[in-house]
């Protein structure tokens, strides 16, 4: 007894703790129930009463890496980052903060180009940047530039979002191509060798939110598929929902050079990491009619309708190109640290 | 002009910049410049509407060295120093959120400790974790753990408390005695060789606060003189408000042990950091009663009167107890890192 405990105390935190994938999970289960019950729970923000309102607030840190990447940098990914789970918690983006972890001797010239990189996604997402906090490590403390960001937004009235939400028969919609940001951050790692023109899709979703929740009631859940990828938010939808998930490959946009670089590092673009995509599971009285709206914001041009919720056990199967069935698996174990 | 240009794009960020003293409050005010005006500019929260209630609010990193030192621990610190954030802006501190940046090979015993440590900071306080992110970064590339939260209060409406509201006549009121968590972390430091039994003053002021703010506008300023310590605090209250604030050498709580290790380490106490105390300046119609009501609480048992608001040119005097007067310089350069 006494041994067990003693091996259970000398674990040690690893990557795959913040990979987005299953071993995060399992730990940010165990947290999550040294705070009783959080609000925010598996969802992207916690929903909870202010005043008269509803309020969303949500928080991320930010250590990806290189912070200067091709489709944007540290700065714009933590704002995007941040409006991004205001937005698909149905909420209208309002204020935010920064608060940065600088290594001594990072270039002061670098440090302002991130800062106005979050100036000018903020201002494109309409939310507030209204406070900060900065604090310096010594040289070799930090690797760089780490950013936090932390947001609030007024809940729309007319929606009930929520992970647990997904019925049968409702279909779910990705806004776009998979794995963008993912393979734009790979491409630049040292030791990684390929080429590719992959950009970052690193976006603020606000304004596709907007559109979607016009829908109301009829749009039951909202999320966008960072670390750990579709697979990972899909399967979070299933097994708080307790719903089976199938989706269709052949319905699933990837592009062509996504593709190509994930045969070659053996990953499944459904879990590599985006940055500027929705999922949304709605009504499958509406799913046609929201996927059009969709492709008219510049963030939805290549929506589209991928897969069905039934009812039945949780998990995520995927019917394959060639005819196949198989489980879409949770990340599980590191694919890539840093990635956001 | 071309080789001025380059040489400030060559700047780089140096310990000074986080130290809470000049050098920080200049690189401050250029990146708030930036974001345009921010609410919070050099007030601790930022006060916002939100619906029909006034919200405020906050976010803090920590980086603290070391992770558990006497009297506290990097997450019993994390929330204190973002209810204090809120409480000194006369808010009842509502909603937490905890994000963690940790190095791969860090101990989940010492993790665990940590939140267990958040959650018994934030029961005390009132204030509910409702959601969180964790990051993992290889080993080297963080130094154990790096703490960030963020909190939401509702403004009381009785109050209107700002940084630049002093006036002539207020009086200066301090909690307790100062510079105790800045000794305390120094004491533990390798390298640095005295002994000490100074504990950290680390401790939510949320109900120390919620004293002061029954004598409604009265009430003119509050701060938690944390980095840059109480120089630096009455340092920015005397530039925004515009006046003289004078303060008396021998009114203001200095413990023996924190005034003996000062002296060894060339340190002026007035600079160095606390993490529990509160510095209100108020009305001196009410300045006696006000002083009486804190010291009812756990956290104001010390509290004194310690100087007053007098028109003038902006700056902070001391009546030394030699009977001179010196001026109180706000903390330029680096004091000590990672204090908090």
Redesign the interface.
Known sequence: MQGKRKM???????????SGGST?YE??RR??R??GK???ELND??V?G????R?A???????VKPVFFPGGDIGKLSVCGTVNDLAVAGAVP??L?????????????D??KI??S??KA?TQAGI???????????K????GI?V?T?G?G?LRSNVSISVDNAKPGDKVIISGSIGDHGIAILSQRPGISFRTNVKSDCAPLDSLTGIVCRFGKKVRVMRDPTRGGLASALNEIAMASGKTIIIDESAVPVRREVGSACGLLGLDPLQVANEGKLVAVVSGSVAGKICREMKKNRYGKDAAIIGEVFRGKSGVYMKTIAGGKRIVEMLSGEQL??IC
Chains 1, 2 share one sequence.
Do not use: W
Not at 97 to 109: N, P, Q
């Open positions: 259970a105390d000398e674990q040690k935190i690893t990557l795959a703790h913040g995060s730990l940010i947290i999550t040294v705070f959080p609000a925010a923000s916690a909870v202010f005043g008269k309102s309020l607030f949500t928080t991320d840190s930010f250590v309002l204020y903060t920064a608060s940065c972890i600088v290594e001594e001797g990072f270039k002061i010239s440090f302002k800062v106005e979050m100036k903020a507030r940047i209204i406070g900060g906090d900065l604090k310096v490590v010594k070799g403390e930090a690797d780490f936090n932390a609030i007024m640290p840093r």
